[in-house]
């Protein structure tokens, strides 16, 4: 079965500084790679996904991820973060040969800092 | 499109009443997904439907948890009798084709039972 790990439950960092948002998965077969995001009060947004092709991925608001295939990550990065991404951000993989069900980890609340 | 439709937004009830949420996905999707989120055990799947047939009911907790999807646009969870344990926020999701093309959320129900 597949299964996600985010390292840092918390992120605190500075107002314009950039981050990155730990993400690791295991998995017997291939899969999909998921970022979301959960601002106050509200249900969960897709942030970015890889399918297949570029490692690379951008998503809204200037997020972007990279698949790492050797090293089973898919670490969540933004050069520059502003108070308005203060959020929890939550990793996510589903089986490429069964993708009904996607798998959460449990969180990384960001936290900026003025 | 109106997005993922969850009433009530908000509901506080008596140990040992009957509850119901309810959701509508949207139009065209042919999976639904009921979650359950807490601050102990993060976002848990309870059960998902795929044109309105239940797949896995295995993130039901006990008996006291029911859900149904009588036709693609509506579907409930009900809970009876409610326990305080069972506070939560609970969200709905759908998506079509499976997960790799990522699930849209509802904003939830926060329930509290006292």
């Known amino acids: 079965a597949q299964s996600v790990t985010q390292l840092d439950s918390q992120v605190p960092v500075f107002e314009e500084a950039p981050v990155e948002l730990r993400c690791n998965y295991s998995?017997?077969?291939?899969?999909?790679l998921f970022w979301y995001v959960q601002y106050p009060n509200q249900g969960l947004q897709l942030l970015l996904k890889?399918?297949?092709?570029?490692?690379l991925v951008k998503g809204i608001n200037g997020f972007e991820a990279e698949f790492n295939k050797s090293q089973t990550s898919f670490h969540l990065r933004k050069p520059s973060v502003h108070i308005s991404d203060t959020a929890e951000y939550f990793c996510?993989?589903?089986?490429?040969?069964?993708?009904?069900?996607?798998?959460f980890g449990k969180g990384t609340r960001l936290h900026i800092l003025p | 499109d109106a997005g993922v439709i969850q009433s009530p937004r908000h509901e506080v009830t008596e140990m040992g009443q009957e509850v119901t949420l309810r959701c509508k996905p949207i139009s065209g999707h042919d999976y639904l997904f009921w979650y359950r989120q807490t601050m102990m055990r993060g976002l848990e799947l309870l059960i998902y439907f795929n044109n309105n047939v239940p797949i896995d009911d295995s993130g039901m907790p006990e008996d006291r948890f029911s859900a149904k999807m009588p036709n693609a646009s509506f579907s409930t969870l009900k809970i009876q009798p409610s326990e305080p344990r069972d506070s939560a926020v609970y969200f709905c999701?759908?998506?079509w084709g499976g997960g790799r093309n990522g699930y849209t959320f509802g904003s939830g129900t926060r329930l509290t039972v006292v």
């Open positions: 996510a993989v589903t089986l490429m040969n069964r993708d009904d069900k996607i798998i």
């Open positions: 998995s017997s077969v291939s899969v999909y």
């Open positions: 999701a759908s998506t």
């Open positions: 890889y399918l297949s092709g570029s490692t």
